[in-house]
């Protein structure tokens, strides 16, 4: 099983500030197969980002995605009220399971 | 539009059986990687396991010797089935569609989720 661990565990920004998460893969991840979710209280995860850097449908420009091998990233360029969350990525490709990282909580500085 | 609607038990003593099906309307059925996923109230997502329409499944390791998923192609829906369940099987259960191909590997679309609680 290939553990990915997000980092930070929490961070409290303020509207409009940039922010990066991390993810980083204990082996090698093909990037096609590194996905980003985002999940509010109460609600189930909604898909933001697929193959490390595509945004999914609907999902606003200012979140993107990046890296390769073992180190991904989500950012998100300007933070709006709605942004505040938890944010998850996902290696979904090769041999399963097919891990999450443990999450990262954005929260309202 | 797809959408995933679950349902199924809430509230199971330890050691019963949870039972949990999922149908999806709108879009193929055929294609994809039938997902079940959870979520232990206040912690992480957990990969429970999948199958295709095919009825080819894989499974976590850590849930494989308890889990069964099915698949019923004729009513576009998929079940979950966990045996001999224990407080540590208390989670948010979600179904979700995966989809593997071209660079475009993910869960695209999540149903609502239950919450099942094992208590005695």
């Known amino acids: 099983e290939i553990v990915l661990t997000q980092s930070p565990g929490t961070l409290s920004l303020s509207p409009g500030e940039r922010v990066t998460i991390s993810c980083r893969a204990g082996?090698?991840?093909?990037?096609?197969?590194l996905a980003w979710y985002q999940q509010k209280p109460g609600q189930a995860p909604r898909l933001l980002i697929y193959g490390a850097s595509n945004r999914a449908a609907g999902v606003p420009d200012r979140f993107g995605g990046g890296g390769s091998g073992t180190d991904f990233n989500l950012t998100i360029s300007r933070l709006e009220p709605e942004d505040f969350a938890m944010y998850y990525c996902q290696q979904y490709g090769g041999s399963p399971p097919f891990s999450f990282g443990q999450g990262t909580k954005l929260e309202i500085k | 539009q797809v959408q995933l609607q679950q349902w199924g038990a809430g509230l199971l003593k330890p050691s019963e059986s949870l039972s949990l099906a999922c149908a999806v309307y709108?879009?193929?059925?055929?294609?994809?990687?039938w997902t079940w996923i959870r979520q232990p109230p206040g912690k992480g997502l957990e990969w429970i396991g999948e199958?295709?329409?095919?009825?080819?499944?894989n499974y976590n390791p850590s849930l494989k010797s308890r889990v069964t998923i099915s698949v019923d192609t004729s009513k576009n829906q998929f079940s979950l089935r966990l045996n001999s369940v224990t407080a540590a099987d208390t989670a948010f259960y979600y179904c979700a569609r995966g989809l593997r191909s071209g660079g475009t590997s993910s869960l695209d679309f999540w149903g609502q989720g239950n919450l099942v609680t094992v208590s005695s």
């Open positions: 199958i295709n329409e095919s009825g080819s499944t």
């Open positions: 082996q090698s991840v093909d990037s096609s197969y």
């Open positions: 709108g879009g193929s059925f055929s294609g994809y990687f």
